[in-house]
């Protein structure tokens, strides 16, 4: 299986801030990967697919790179809502695996 | 608007069966694949299973034998069959659409809780 690993696990920043999050299979999986928010109590919400694709509908200071076995999440100016956990996934190969998720929180 | 709305969840003993469906609206349903996710309390996101449009269904290891994923293009539904259940498969099941040639899940639904609890 492909392992995902996210760093770091946990974030505190401040509203206006840019935050990089980072993301690295365990092989390559080429452009295969999609980051997603989520919020307490509700479920997940695509951000970012194919590494550098912008979902419909999300603002445009989420932005993602990489491609092989590294990639990165960055918000350029953090807003309250945006306080969160976000995870990444690899739809390379079965099983579509998952990062074990940033919690995101008010510095 | 794409609207994806699972049932049947609920509590099931130890070694018991149960059927989780979803029903999906709001765009043709079966040009997608569709993916099942689950979450327990506190934990992260894992992959449950997927099927593609032709109905050729996939797993990971922790569920391969045990859950079953269908679904019914005339019906518009996806179904999970869960049998032979363990406490760890205890958590809310999401039902998820697939973006199309990528992977991604772009639309998900409100998940259903399965506890596995004697």
């Known amino acids: 299986d492909i392992r995902m690993t996210q760093s770091p696990s946990s974030l505190s920043a401040s509203v206006g801030d840019r935050v990089t999050i980072t993301c690295r299979a365990s092989?390559?999986?080429?452009?295969?990967l999609s980051w997603y928010q989520e919020k307490p109590g509700k479920a997940p919400k695509l951000l970012i697919y194919?590494?550098?694709s912008l979902q419909s509908g999300v603002p445009s200071r989420f932005s993602g790179s990489g491609s092989g076995t590294d990639f990165t999440l960055t918000i350029s100016s953090l807003q309250p809502e945006d306080f969160a956990t976000y995870y990444c996934?690899?739809?390379?190969?079965?099983?579509?695996?998952f990062g074990q998720g940033t919690k995101l929180d008010i510095k | 608007e794409v609207q994806l709305v699972e049932s049947g969840g609920g509590l099931v003993q130890p070694g018991g069966s149960l059927r989780l469906s979803c029903a999906a609206s709001?765009?043709?349903?079966?040009?997608?694949?569709m993916h099942w996710v689950r979450q327990a309390t506190g934990e992260g996101l894992e992959w449950v299973s997927g099927?593609?449009?032709?109905?050729?269904?996939y797993y990971p290891g922790s569920v391969k034998g045990r859950f079953t994923i269908s679904r019914d293009n005339a019906k518009n539904s996806l179904y999970l069959q869960m049998n032979s259940l363990r406490a760890g498969d205890t958590a809310v099941y999401y039902c998820?659409?697939?973006?199309?040639?990528?992977?991604?899940?772009?639309?998900w639904g409100q998940g259903t809780l399965v506890t596995v609890s004697s």
């Open positions: 092989q390559s999986i080429g452009s295969y």
């Open positions: 996934q690899q739809s390379y190969g079965s099983p579509f695996t």
């Open positions: 194919f590494a550098s």
């Open positions: 998820a659409k697939g973006v199309a040639g990528t992977g991604g899940f772009d639309s």
């Open positions: 709001g765009f043709t349903f079966s040009y997608y694949d």
């Open positions: 099927i593609g449009t032709t109905g050729d269904p």
